[in-house]
């Protein structure tokens, strides 16, 4: 059951919630935050009413679609090249972080969540993700084995989730009654306007999917692709998640001649399981590297599934961080180092128009952070 919350901790709720701004929000979250003490009484009966009776008012449930360009060198003319991201209000947010926390300790304390899953989980980020598998490969490496590293890409994932799909797979995770009730009123009768330049369409239901943006949205679809790795598992193959991002790992002995048609295998069954949770794989995206181990009788590594081909790459690009097949990181290091030199060097033409502070926040921001990850 979803328990109601004590005034201290809504306040907590709202208070530790990042200002964004978001065309839906009818005045400022920032001084929303500022003013919530005065509010409290009136926030903290809103979010216990949704809790305990497990519906969702219907004006949380509207969102505005922006665009973001999936990376600046990309063609803007071309609309593939953009992520479309949900714009919710303050409010909403606030009574899905209060969902989030006891959903989350529920499955903890249950140990119903992925242990290959690094997303949304305390203690875990894309680095622990990153660690996993490179520290799988090196162990193979050791041990003479070659490797193989596949990273699955999913076409457009979060916003094809069959909601019937995911209500089913909640309840056999053992989630019903009141919480049951809350996810369902959550993702029916949601509606979206796509904003672009300075014009706003018409709303639109949202039939399937879960929001990009939202709170809640990750970790509802961590749940919807947990029976994915026992279908991994049965192939022999190795894997770690971070939300929609896939890596497969399948190390092998020099004297193993079926490489090519066990990853075949998986991935048609993958395909498969992708297809019946109403999810698409996108082998065009799909990236491949082969690392050689010693005395490998081959040295390239090409698999066929549903009459594409995935070929192996000399590097690939991973949660940020680009693995090269002999695990050198030199082509990451290059990356790396250019990024800051460039960020650097534009510091230093605004220098004279900072104060030290000011300049000491942008190097730690733009400069320090990308040599700090990973």
């Known amino acids: 059951p979803l328990s109601p919350l004590s005034p201290d901790e809504i306040s ?40 305990t009776a497990g519906y969702v008012p219907s004006v949380f449930k509207r969102a505005r679609v922006a665009h973001l360009l999936k990376k600046h060198t990309l063609d803007s003319s071309d609309i593939n090249n953009y992520r479309p991201v949900s714009l919710l209000s303050f409010l909403s947010k606030t009574l899905e972080r209060a969902v989030l926390g006891q959903l989350s300790c529920y499955l903890s304390q249950n140990d119903l969540l992925d242990p290959n899953q690094s997303g949304f989980k305390t203690g875990h980020s894309t680095e622990t993700a990153l660690l996993c598998v490179t520290e799988a490969l090196r162990t193979a490496k050791a041990n003479s084995h070659s490797s193989a590293l596949i990273l699955l890409d999913l076409s ?8 019937q799909i995911l209500l089913s797979t909640l309840s056999e995770l053992g989630i019903s009654g009141a919480a049951h009730a809350w996810i369902a ?3 029916t009768g949601r509606s979206y306007q796509v904003a672009w330049r300075e014009s706003v369409s018409a709303p639109r239901a949202l039939t399937t999917g879960v929001p990009q943006g939202s709170v809640l949205g990750p970790l509802l679809f961590s749940l919807y692709t947990k029976s994915l790795g026992s279908v991994i598992s049965s192939h022999g193959l190795s894997y770690h998640c971070y939300a929609d991002d896939t890596q497969l790992i399948f190390s092998f002995p020099p004297s193993d001649n079926q490489v090519a048609n066990c990853i075949s295998a998986c991935l048609a069954d993958i395909s498969v399981w ?7 794989l996108n082998l065009g995206k799909t ?56 960020m650097l060097y534009n510091i230093r033409r605004v220098r004279p128009c900072l104060t030290q502070e000011a300049a000491q926040v942008l190097v730690q921001a733009l400069v320090i952070s990308r040599l700090d990850y990973w």
């Open 12 to 51: 907590r709720l709202v208070t530790a919630g990042r200002p964004t701004t978001c065309p839906l929000d009818p005045i400022p979250s920032s001084l929303l935050q500022t003013i919530s003490g005065d509010l409290l009484p009136y926030l903290t009966s809103l979010i216990n009413s949704s809790l």
């Open 156 to 163: 457009a994932a979060f916003d094809t989730v069959n909601h």
């Open 185 to 187: 009123s959550y993702l």
């Open 274 to 280: 992708m297809t019946a949770h109403h999810l698409k």
């Open 287 to 342: 990236e491949l590297l082969f690392l050689l181990g010693k005395d490998c009788p081959f040295h390239d590594l090409t698999i066929t599934v549903d009459n594409s081909i995935v070929s192996s790459s000399q590097s690939a690009k991973n949660l940020g961080v680009t693995l090269d097949n002999t695990l050198s990181f030199s082509t990451n290091i290059k990356a790396v180092t250019r990024s800051c030199r460039f």
